[in-house]
């Protein structure tokens, strides 16, 4: 059972990469970005199963999975508000048997200040209204408890991802922040330079930190960070007011942080190794190896680049975890391993292995008993290609990727692969066209072809007259303000009633 989970979560983590197409700029995508912003849009979503039940989600869950796909499907309609004085945008999702009736809807209106407001009369009776900003971190809205604190994590994404009017005004701050790092980093760095076989000189540079001088280091970037009220006054631009709560307060804050970091216990080296030819400036080596702090389930931390090696460019991480502090009854580590080489311009292949320690007994612990999972993988992601014929009036860009995933025999898990294809495609060329969407995701058990099938069509479409939630704005419950304990208490009640009213309408289709 141990193995059949463990290699479920790997699987699907690798199944995440092959559903999202690649970003970049073309006509159509711009188009249809262009006009979700601006315009109205309308899709639906529906489901198939096919086959006989696969072991890669379970016979209950495939029946389950079976019969929903063939009474309902999920219709999408957004649109953006025509008022100056509440701008916004509004979706609705709404759930309806294939006979056309429906089964329950959600709205979803944000206003022109990104609070975000819910309303449905599958979350209570009432048809109550429930929001939160925008920013505010979602899986901290679900998994929060009294000792909770705002994830970093999200603070540091909400900063990547800030408009470009912020990055500028930030920009001159970062660079003096990175700097700072790269002059006290001097200070560990030790270069050799030998002469290849091939008469082409190396150079090998080696950054070996102990970890005390790493936390240290930490601290007097802190230090310099809330000494600076101006870029604090930036910074909370960009945060929710519980996250400025939480990290701008000031010499107050910076206390705490500071206590905080004086009780980490951090041992062992930060090591950096950087392979390069001297002349050309060409890296033929990248490594870095992290400790890390006790209180993590992850204590080690290593990660290998070699963008020139024989066989394409090759990716290695490793990570040394506690199994107990993963919630694992093992009593011992475990070592996760991912490779992922770049064989061709548009393939991926590599394996994933999760292994016990070995022992100092080679008698002890065979290399079988050693591997709790393994299997290997190939990634085909190609980059989209663009249609533009105007003869047969269609413009297009098409993304198709194929992940095909081969778990051990151990496992109980056949063979799979997950395979999408999207199309983003205009009958016209002129920005006003209208644009369509067509999307397609399947997992297939390569050992019995059966599989699952999701498909999504939808286009673009002319503003039409919103539903306004009219008592959103003045009633609505922020959630997001609540503390920790009545907002999970909140969200188990409203999840309760969701799943219950649904069954209920359903059954009585």
Known sequence: MLKKITALFLCLTLATLAVLPAVAENSQLTKLQGQWQSS???????????????????????????????????DITHTVKNSRVNEGDESVITLTSTAGKEVGRLNILTDASGVIYLQSDLLDEAGLYYAFDSGFDWSRMILSNESDWPSLLHVLTEVAQANK??????????????????????????TTTEQSVDGTYVTTAVYEIPAPAMLQETIQML?????????????????????????????????????????VKLEGTVRVRRQYETVSGKVLFDSVTLPCPESLPVSLFSLVHVPTAEEGELWQLSLTMDAEKLGVALGQDLTLDVTAQNTDQDVWTGSVLVLLPGSEDPEALI????????????????????VSDFYQSRYERRYETTLVVKPDGQTGLPEFSIEQETVIYS???????????????????????????????????????????????????????????????L?????????????KRMIGQ
Not at 173 to 189: C, D, H, P
Not at 240 to 251: I, M, P
Request: glycine content about 6%.
């Open 165 to 190: 009017t912020w990055q500028d005004k930030a920009a001159p701050y970062m660079e003096q922040f990175s700097l700072n790092v790269s002059r006290w980093l001097q200070g560990y760095l030790n």
């Open 367 to 386: 290399q079988e008993d050693q591997t709790l999972f393994s299997c290997t993988y190939n990634l085909n992601a190609p980059a989209p290609k663009d």
């Open 427 to 489: 009958k016209r060329s002129g920005s006003d066209a209208v644009t369509y969407v067509d999307s397609a995701v399947s997992l297939r058990d390569l050992d019995q072809e059966s599989a699952v099938n999701l498909t999504f069509s939808g286009k673009t479409a002319q503003r039409w007259t919103p539903t306004m939630l009219t008592d959103a704005l003045s009633s609505a419950l922020r959630m997001d303000l609540m503390n920790p304990s009545s907002r999970l208490e």
């Open 40 to 74: 109205g849009f309308r899709g639906t979503l529906k489901g198939e199963v096919t086959g006989e039940p696969s072991a890669l989600i379970g016979e209950e869950n495939w029946a389950l999975l079976k019969s929903l796909f063939a009474g309902y499907q999920m």
């Open 223 to 263: 230090t310099t960070l809330y000494s600076n009220g101006e870029l604090l006054n930036l910074l909370a631009e960009v945060l929710t007011v519980e996250e400025q709560a939480a990290y701008l307060q000031g010499s107050a804050m910076l206390q705490s942080f500071l206590r905080m970091l004086n009780n």
């Open 491 to 503: 969200l188990g009640q409203l999840f309760g009633h969701l799943t219950q009213t649904l069954a």
